[in-house]
Each structure stands twice: as C-alpha cells, then as structure tokens.
Nanobody, 127 residues
Framework: QVRLVESGGGSAQAGGSLRLSCAVS????????TGWFRQVPGKAREFVAS?????????YYADSVKGRFTISRDNGENTVYLQMNDLKPEDTAVYSC???????????????????WGQGTQVTVSS
C-alpha cells in the first residue's frame, strides 16, 4: 500500500503563489509516477501535472497550468511538490495527489492510471 498526504493548501490573491506538498509513505518503491489532480464541485476531476518518480525523468502538465505551475520531487524525502505561481481564480479547487505503479496503460494524464489517492487540500484564489 502507498499512502499520500497533501499539505500546503490555503488562500491566495490572484497573481500570488502557493506550494503544495505530497508526502508519500508505505511501499514507495513501487510507485512509477506521482501526479496532481484538481476538482471543483459539480465538475469532473482534472489532471494538473505529473512527474516520474521511480527512474528516469519526465514531467507532464495540463495546458491550463503550463508556464505557471512546476512539479518536482525530493526522492530522499519521498515528497512531491507543486509550485503554483501566477494563480488565477479559476485555479480554485480541491487538489489531490495520486500515485501510479504502472509504467504504461492509461495515459499519464488519466485519473484511471493512478492507484492511490490522497484526501485533497483546498486551494482558493480570490480576484
């Protein structure tokens, strides 16, 4: 089993920044990639970013956050970060991190690819 715990959510003004953290514990050696998704009430959960955490490199971003958000990892701390800059009101959502043990199958931006999920953390951006 893999356990994911998010932190760092909160409120920010438009144009501001927040950094989310995802602490990964348990069978961390089984994870291939860790990603962030977000969801607003009444809408489907959507992909934000993902990073390969087992071997090699690779980062993936939704078009809506490219150039503003950066995903990174600290393998020594088993933590994945999401640095969010130039925040916009439309970034308001519950952000959840997720981990997958699969090297292939569903696309990396599909929630079906991911086996483990955190509880989520609220991000609110005001204009």
């Amino acid at each position: 089993q893999v356990r994911l715990v998010e932190s760092g959510g909160g409120s920010a003004q438009a144009g501001g920044s927040l950094r989310l953290s995802c602490a990964v514990s348990g069978r961390t050696f089984t994870t291939y990639a860790t990603g962030w998704f977000r969801q607003v009430p009444g809408k489907a959960r959507e992909f934000v970013a993902s990073i390969v955490t087992r071997t090699g490199t690779g980062t993936y971003y939704a078009d809506s956050v490219k150039g503003r958000f950066t995903i990174s990892r600290d393998n020594g701390e088993n933590t994945v970060y999401l640095q969010m800059n130039d925040l916009k009101p439309e970034d308001t959502a519950v952000y959840s991190c997720a981990a997958t043990s699969s090297r292939s199958g569903w696309p990396i931006d599909s929630l079906r690819r991911y086996d483990y999920w955190g509880q989520g953390t609220q991000v609110t951006v005001s204009s």
